[in-house]
Structures are given as C-alpha cells and as structure tokens.
C-alpha cells in the first residue's frame, strides 16, 4: 500500500528554523506533486507549499522568503525548509502526494499530521 510519512516537527523559538520530511513509499509509477499544507483548529486546510513533478513551486504569500519546498525524486521525498518563524506559524502541518500508483491510476494521499509550535 502506499503511504506517506512524515516528520521534523517539533518546539522552536521565534526567528528560528525548522525543517519538514516526507517521504512516499509502496508500488509508486510516479509522483505529480507533493506538497505541505497547515491547518488550525477550526480552520481550512491551506496550502503552505507545493512541487510538481517538473520543479514547478506554489508558496502562500505568508510564507514567501521565509519557507522553502524542494524534493529528492530518487527518494520520493519533500522538504519544507522554514526559517524566521513566527508564532503564527503554529499548526498543524500535513504532507500531500498526488501519487500514480500500480494500476495507473493518480490519487492523493495524505501524511498524517504534524505539530510546529512557535514560542514568542
């Protein structure tokens, strides 16, 4: 079966840096996109990050010059390189992939959740 696993989060200060992992693994054909979304409690999912397949990259404006998304193809895995935090950024943060799986079919999957907290 396919899975998608992240991890990196964690407790930071204020100003400082974090980076997110994940990593897609099972019968894999191809990955169109992969990407970090965040969501607080009440809130809409948001994008936060997306990479396509051919290096295409989508940033929500609040994180534009702080977060950096970039893969590794050989290993089907994203990063989300996050530098100057701010306590806004405390949420949960979750990992999708649009993944082609065995039968050629493309769906998406999504990584379980993980927690980045932001002291001030």
């Known amino acids: 079966q396919v899975q998608v696993v992240e991890s990196g989060g964690g407790l930071v200060q204020a100003g400082g840096s974090l980076r997110l992992s994940c990593r897609a693994s099972?019968?894999?054909?191809?990955?169109?996109?992969m990407g970090w979304y965040r969501q607080a409690p009440g809130k809409q999912r948001e994008l936060v990050a997306r990479i396509t397949r051919g290096g295409t990259t989508n940033y929500a404006d609040s994180v534009k010059g702080r977060f950096t998304i970039s893969r590794d193809n050989a290993e089907n895995t994203v990063y989300l390189q996050m530098n100057s935090l701010k306590p806004e950024d405390t949420v949960v943060y979750y990992c999708?992939?649009?993944?082609?799986?065995?039968?050629?079919?493309?769906?998406?999957?999504w990584g379980q959740g993980t927690q980045v907290t932001v002291s001030s």
């Open positions: 999708n992939a649009e993944i082609v799986g065995s039968d050629y079919v493309a769906r998406s999957y």
């Open positions: 099972g019968r894999i054909l191809g990955i169109n996109a």
